[in-house]
């Protein structure tokens, strides 16, 4: 069971937004900066979204980030194939004393 | 460029040990805060330690804390985790991560080692 909340699967067509959601507490989401990962089958994950909203250096706009109290969401809009892949929220836990990561969602491209 | 490569994974029995490194490039290594993140076959993200720059100290999630140990040394520019009392759930693909260009997410990851315990 993890820290962090996420729903299992999203899915959407092509050229469509999809918002991904990611649900904590006080003691992480809620105190602390969310970063969003995306993995592609078979690599190691990539930094989408730090500080709760800001992009890396070559992630286009199309990827943005949001937190409101103890939740944050990911939104992609555009779809393409491309961005099927597995998205990953996480952040440091202040009670806890350690990294948390959600569960994961799975983005399925139709 | 900016990179971390780990190696020293492969196959222990369970109640054995192991120790992975992570050398890093492309960046000072010893400003820089570094973790280890696993992934079990089919299954998240989970992260597993933490070291401060100067190594004084760590943090450890719940799952590994007394069985593992992170370290580092600065001079190699390298990364470790010494491994012990394995339990088949440990069994993963470990990954070295680093905040480099980000207050505190990991914008460098390894490519990964896959650790399997096993009779």
């Known amino acids: 069971q993890s820290v962090l909340t996420q729903s299992p699967s999203v899915s959407a067509a092509p050229g469509q937004k999809v918002t991904i959601s990611c649900s904590g507490s006080?003691?992480?989401?809620?105190?602390?900066?969310v970063s969003w990962y995306q993995q592609l089958p078979g690599t190691a994950p990539k930094l989408l979204i730090y500080d709760n909203h800001k992009r890396p250096s070559g992630i286009p706009d199309r990827f943005s980030g949001s937190k409101s109290g103890t939740s944050a969401t990911l939104d992609i809009t555009g779809l393409q194939t491309g961005d099927e892949a597995d998205y990953y929220c996480g952040t440091w836990d202040s009670s806890l004393r350690a990294g948390v990561f959600g569960g994961g969602t799975k983005l399925t491209v139709l | 460029e900016v990179q971390l490569v780990e190696s020293g994974g492969g196959l222990v029995q369970p109640g054995g040990s192991r120790r992975l490194s992570c050398a890093a490039s492309g960046f000072p290594f010893s400003s820089y805060e570094m973790n280890w993140v696993r992934q079990a076959p089919g299954k998240g993200l989970e992260w597993v330690s933490y070291i401060s720059s100067s190594g004084n100290y760590q943090h450890y999630s719940d799952s590994v804390k007394g069985r593992f140990t992170i370290s580092r040394d600065n001079a190699k520019s390298s990364l470790y985790l010494q491994m012990s009392s394995l339990r088949a759930e440990d069994t993963a693909v470990y990954y070295c991560?680093?905040?480099?260009?980000?207050?505190?997410?990991?914008?460098?990851w390894g490519q990964g080692t896959l650790v399997t315990v096993s009779s």
């Open positions: 006080s003691s992480n989401i809620g105190n602390n900066y």
């Open positions: 991560a680093a905040a480099v260009t980000t207050y505190d997410a990991f914008d460098v």
